[in-house]
């Protein structure tokens, strides 16, 4: 397996599906789906939805099903809206008023903080929206995946997540536990999501739901102590967004909270973890434990 | 029918519903979800989860299943939902920048910029959780009122109006069309939306359904001139949320642009369309003709 042409060629249909299933930027009113598509468009390393296409395709070259297979695109580009909209959300003044995200202006220091709220609210709706019409002709397979994606973007989850983040950040310290509580929701649920989302395209059975949800779990775990190790370490240009700022806010990380050691420690045991449970599923996972790898050693 | 009680006892119901469907206030993290309840909790009209009760018995009672009916009301505190969290967002400082809202401060007055724009991103979200829980069972019905809800609360519709909205008030003028457009979209989009609701979940055909969109759009229309009517004639009081500013912001509304006498004559020509869809259907209208005409002729 060439793991950098499969990541393209995820990456490309990712990027492809983005422009078919938004609406044109010209779409009445014009502003608000160009912002839509403005910050969708940026780039950034299209994890999530790459994770559902992946998935689905490991499923789907197990048990290959008798009829055409499930399209998992359109679930792969609802969850990149919903990942985007949360972005926008948070990077608005009120929340980290950030003004650099995917090394671009952020939508409300491109439009306006209007269009950019209006922009994320609208990217969350579409992310429901589309899994609703694309998989109109299955509709028991429409209802899990939006019941999925909603548990997992709600208040209990990535939402709660955000405001837990906040407030420990307000406090300016947190607690291993409050800490805990935030990497869970705020990281992990989604990418948890996203490997269940591809399971649910991909027909897999309880058990392998499980596995995918775990692996998710701490996958995500992992990518939240690495975001911190690097905003500790690395800097702006490299990253693409502002660096340095969590200990600029006197925000509590995993790196303030265990320091640089036991972080990159606690990252590589959670990187182990989900590869564990990729390890009980059938088939050839050997993109998605390069993918995983690539995670856990990447530079941004 | 006794009119008073009836609708009584639909708001009743209705508010049972919200105080069962919503996640308790201490759900960690407390804060945002203490947020979202105070929201939900102010009050209002409840004119959306009343029509989609109202409209579900309607058909429960014309073709009464031979199984137990199935619940409206999860569906109906999903729309509130859905309407609360426009209002949250519609409130902002870099939105309206309203500071009151059913009498009591809004939102973000009476917590933060952050956790208001959060809860409200929750009860959107919320609103298809709900919808995608409660409805477990049936997951075709499920399906379609998810369907039904997210278009109406997209960026071509609900957020789309918002947009536009936005857009003509800096414009300080707006064309009849851009009016329509956002009426349409701002207002009746989601009054449609819960009378579709109602009809999905008492099992309405498609000639019903047609019936119930067109009935549910004139009523929205002329529910928000008559909206526009009251900011341009009735007091901060008697409205419960700041009155005349859109004269204040010098925003083209239905009055500016045709004057107080036509605005009047549309929202009537409007009710009477509305009457006129609900009578093509079969069973006892006679709450929704009510309910209808105090639409109408209401003072706040």
Same mark, same amino acid.
């Given at each position: 397996?060439?793991?950098?042409?499969?990541?393209?060629?995820?990456?490309?249909?990712? @990027?492809?599906?983005?422009?078919?299933?938004?609406?044109?930027?010209?779409?009445?009113?014009?502003?608000?789906?160009?912002?839509?598509?403005?910050?969708?468009?940026?780039?950034? =390393?299209?994890?999530?939805?790459?994770?559902?296409?992946?998935?689905?395709?490991?499923?789907?070259?197990?048990?290959?099903?008798?009829?055409?297979?499930?399209?998992?695109?359109?679930?792969?580009?609802?969850?990149?809206?919903?990942?985007?909209?949360?972005?926008?959300?948070?990077?608005?003044?009120?929340?980290?008023?950030?003004?650099?995200?995917?090394?671009?202006?952020?939508?409300?220091?491109?439009?306006?903080?209007?269009?950019?709220?209006?922009?994320?609210?609208?990217?969350?709706?579409?992310?429901?929206?589309?899994?609703? @019409?694309?998989?109109?002709?299955q509709?028991?397979?429409?209802?899990?995946?939006?019941?999925?994606?909603?548990?997992?973007?709600?208040?209990?989850?990535?939402?709660?997540?955000?405001?837990?983040?906040?407030?420990?950040?307000k406090?300016?310290?947190?607690?291993?536990?409050?800490?805990?509580?935030?990497?869970?929701?705020?990281?992990?649920?989604?990418?948890?999501?996203?490997?269940?989302?591809?399971?649910?395209?991909?027909?897999?059975?309880?058990?392998?739901?499980?596995?995918?949800?775990?692996?998710?779990?701490?996958?995500?775990?992992?990518?939240?102590?690495?975001?911190?190790?690097l905003?500790?370490?690395?800097?702006?240009?490299?990253?693409? =967004?502002?660096?340095?700022?969590?200990?600029?806010?006197?925000?509590?990380?995993?790196?303030?909270?265990?320091g640089? @050691?036991?972080?990159?420690?606690?990252?590589?045991?959670h990187?182990?973890?989900?590869r564990?449970?990729?390890?009980?599923?059938?088939?050839?996972k050997?993109?998605?434990?390069?993918?995983?790898?690539?995670?856990?050693?990447?530079?941004?």
């Open positions: 397996m060439d793991f950098a042409a499969e990541l393209k060629r995820h990456v490309a249909r990712v @990027e492809h599906g983005l422009d078919l299933y938004l609406p044109a930027a010209t779409t009445r009113p014009a502003r608000l789906h160009t912002a839509m598509r403005y910050t969708l468009e940026a780039g950034g =390393k299209r994890l999530r939805p790459v994770l559902v296409l992946a998935t689905a395709e490991l499923f789907q070259s197990v048990a290959p099903s008798a009829t055409a297979p499930t399209d998992p695109l359109p679930a792969a580009v609802a969850i990149e809206c919903l990942h985007t909209y949360s972005l926008i959300h948070d990077d608005l003044p009120c929340m980290d008023n950030d003004d650099l995200r995917r090394g671009r202006p952020t939508a409300h220091k491109q439009f306006d903080e209007a269009t950019a709220l209006l922009a994320g609210d609208a990217l969350l709706t579409h992310a429901f929206a589309l899994l609703a @019409e694309s998989y109109d002709a509709p028991t397979l429409a209802h899990a995946l939006i019941r999925e994606l909603a548990a997992a973007a709600g208040s209990r989850r990535l939402i709660g997540g955000q405001m837990a983040d906040l407030l420990a950040e406090k300016f310290e947190a607690t291993p536990g409050e800490l805990e509580f935030i990497h869970l929701n705020k990281t992990a649920a989604m990418i948890e999501a996203a490997l269940v989302l591809g399971g649910l395209l991909g027909g897999a059975g309880t058990g392998e739901l499980a596995h995918l949800r775990r692996a998710g779990r701490n996958l995500g775990l992992a990518f939240q102590i690495i975001d911190d190790i905003d500790a370490t690395a800097d702006t240009a490299t990253l693409g =967004k502002t660096a340095g700022k969590d200990a600029k806010a006197d925000k509590t990380t995993f790196v303030k909270l265990h640089l @050691e036991i972080s990159r420690r606690l990252a590589a045991e990187t182990t973890a989900a564990g449970e990729l390890d009980r599923l059938l088939g050839d050997s993109f998605l434990v390069a993918l995983l790898e690539t995670m856990a050693t990447r530079s941004r």
